[in-house]
């Protein structure tokens, strides 16, 4: 009977993934940081599959120099959803490969120091994803605002599994100290593959929720003045009155491929300033806002017509029926059905 290591299943359902990123998203391959982690993922699952599988000790020095490399693709991958320019650039990526190039070093002159500077890396990163989390959803400008909040958990949640993975650092080290290395093995195997799955899983969902930006040109809307709170800064007020005149008169929350960035270019402010004047204004992120008048259009529109509720969510500007769903519930209280079922006018049901 073939033996088949975990790792080379996980491998295979990365490539799944990848294949789903490259049939679902508008960016050339090369252009998505995201793809080019989960590439190293399917890479790092097969090395990790050949090392503790099939016992193959060649591969070691490669497996140490992905440890280093991983984590710095991640944040490079995440840190490009937060900046406001489309794309991202090889020249700002090589500051990056220095752990993975000293890793690369180490192993020809001191390897005893290597466990040391991949554990340092995943600190480092780790803290640096954790950073940016910090931040809160409104620091992602890329995604869409439809699913915003997705690449936002998905940051969190690679940001605590680069951080765990420290944790593991220590608890082989502890365990090479106290036990002579009984459980080294298993511990790595099976956190490792954990780890990759949970990785994996969140950059496919974080690549996947971002769009390519067109060349768009900046426009000025007149100032139509919302309600305001007494703390909330004069320029807020501007910032907040435009971004309003581009939802009531120009429905821009229609745009299913909405992000933070577009509407910062739209309104010719930075994204930060943006999502400042909204939180201090509405007292909401970005996305609660932007949803907030999809929901508005989507009772609008089950209580006027008699449109699929499908149909009502996409002409709403949501492409996700779960996220529909659950922002409607929020806002509501109830599911869409139920709330036409009490809401529906007298002239639709004709």
């Not at 466990?115 to 940016?132: C, E, N, P």
């Not at 958990?153 to 765990?164: E, G, K, N, Y």
């Not at 929901?295 to 017509?305: G, K, S």
Request: proline share 5%.
């Amino acid at each position: 009977m073939i033996f088949l290591p975990l790792p080379f299943i996980c491998a295979l359902l990365f490539l799944i993934l990848l294949v789903q990123m490259l049939r679902h998203d508008g960016r050339a391959w090369h252009d998505n940081p995201f793809f080019l982690l989960l590439s190293l993922y399917v890479l790092q699952s097969l090395v990790i599959g050949l090392h503790w599988g099939y016992g193959l000790n060649a591969v070691i020095p490669l497996q140490a120099v992905l440890a280093a490399l991983n984590p710095a693709m991640a944040w490079i991958s995440f840190r490009s959803l937060s900046v406001e320019e489309s794309g991202w650039h090889w020249k700002s990526v090589w500051p990056h490969l220095l752990p993975a190039m000293l890793v690369l070093a180490l192993i020809l002159l001191w390897p005893h120091l290597i466990d040391i500077v991949v554990t340092l890396t995943f600190l480092g990163y780790g803290s640096a994803l954790a950073w940016l989390a910090y931040g809160g959803p409104d620091r992602l400008v890329a995604p869409r605002l439809d699913g915003v909040l997705r690449s936002y958990r998905s940051l969190q949640v690679t940001a605590f599994a680069t951080l765990v993975s420290v944790v593991t650092d220590l608890a082989i080290s502890v365990d090479m100290a106290w036990l002579g290395g009984a459980h080294a093995a298993a511990i790595v195997a099976a956190l490792n593959v954990v780890a990759l799955l949970i990785l994996g899983s969140a950059a496919s969902v974080a690549g996947s929720s971002t769009v390519s930006e067109p060349e768009e040109a900046v426009t000025s809307e007149p100032p139509r003045m919302p309600a305001v709170v007494p703390e909330a800064a004069e320029e807020d007020r501007e910032v907040a009155a435009a971004l309003d005149a581009l939802m009531v008169d120009r429905k821009l929350y229609r745009d299913t491929d909405l992000n933070l960035g577009r509407l910062a270019r739209k309104l010719g402010q930075p994204a930060r300033r943006v999502s400042s004047a909204v939180n201090r204004i509405h007292g909401m992120s970005v996305s609660h806002y932007v949803n907030k008048h999809r929901i508005e259009e989507a009772c609008r529109l089950l209580a006027a017509t008699d449109e699929s509720v499908i149909n009502v969510m996409m002409d709403a500007g949501f492409l996700s029926k779960s996220n529909f769903n659950r922002e409607f519930l929020r806002v509501t209280g109830a599911t869409p059905i139920a709330w036409r079922r009490q809401n529906r006018l007298p002239l639709a049901a004709e």
